[in-house]
Structure formats: C-alpha cells, structure tokens
C-alpha cells in the first residue's frame, strides 16, 4: 500500500505562483511513476504532469507546459508541482497519483494509488 498526502493549495490571485506538494509513504519500491492530476467541476479529471521516479522522465499537457514544473525528490519521497502565472482556469482540486508504470502515462487507468486533493482556487 501506497499513502499520499498533498498540501501547499490555496487561494491565490491571478498571476501568481503556488508549489504542491506529495508525500508518499508505505511500499514506494514499485513505484514507476508520479503524476498529478486536476479536476474541476462538472468536468473530467484531467492529466497535468507526470514523472518517471527513477528515470525523471517528464510529460506535460501541451496548455500547461511551460507555467507548471513537476519535480521529485526521491530520497524523501515527494512529488512537487511549481505552478506558475495561475489564472481562474486553473481552478481545481489537484491530485497526485502514484502507479507502477515506468513511463508517465496521462491516463488515470495507470495509477494504483491516489491522494484526498488539494484545493487550488484562482480569483480575478
């Protein structure tokens, strides 16, 4: 078993800047992949980034690469999300997810694992 803990959401203004953060804890040796995910209401949830654990290979939605940075910190086991030059369409509860998988995959179907969210509200 795999537990994930996400923190660092919040409200904040457009433009600005927030950094997630996941910590896993129990049986992380099979670990593959990390990702994080969103969702929004009334819509899908939505791949956002992903990285492989051990290689730190990294995939990104087209519309967000560039303002979002995933990272890892393996000797702690923890997922980050730098995400930058926030606007309301980021609004969401974020997820981090965990999966066996080596290469990041963008499906949800992919990931063993899931944390409770975090909320990340963007204001005007």
């Known amino acids: 078993q795999v537990q994930l803990v996400e923190s660092g959401g919040g409200l904040v203004q457009t433009g600005g800047s927030l950094r997630l953060s996941c910590a896993a804890s129990g049986r992380t040796f099979s670990t593959g992949a990390m990702a994080w995910f969103r969702q929004a209401p009334g819509k899908e949830r939505e791949f956002v980034a992903g990285?492989?654990?051990?290689?730190?290979?990294?995939a990104y939605t087209d519309s967000l690469k560039g303002r979002f940075t995933i990272s890892r910190d393996n000797a702690k086991n923890t997922l980050y999300l730098q995400m930058n030059s926030l606007t309301p369409e980021d609004t969401a509860i974020y997820y981090c997810?965990?999966?066996?998988?080596?290469?990041?995959?963008?499906?949800?179907?992919?990931?063993?694992?899931w944390g409770q969210g975090t909320q990340v509200t963007v204001s005007s």
């Open positions: 997810a965990e999966g066996a998988v080596v290469g990041p995959s963008p499906g949800v179907e992919a990931y063993r694992y």
């Open positions: 990285i492989g654990w051990r290689t730190a290979r990294t």
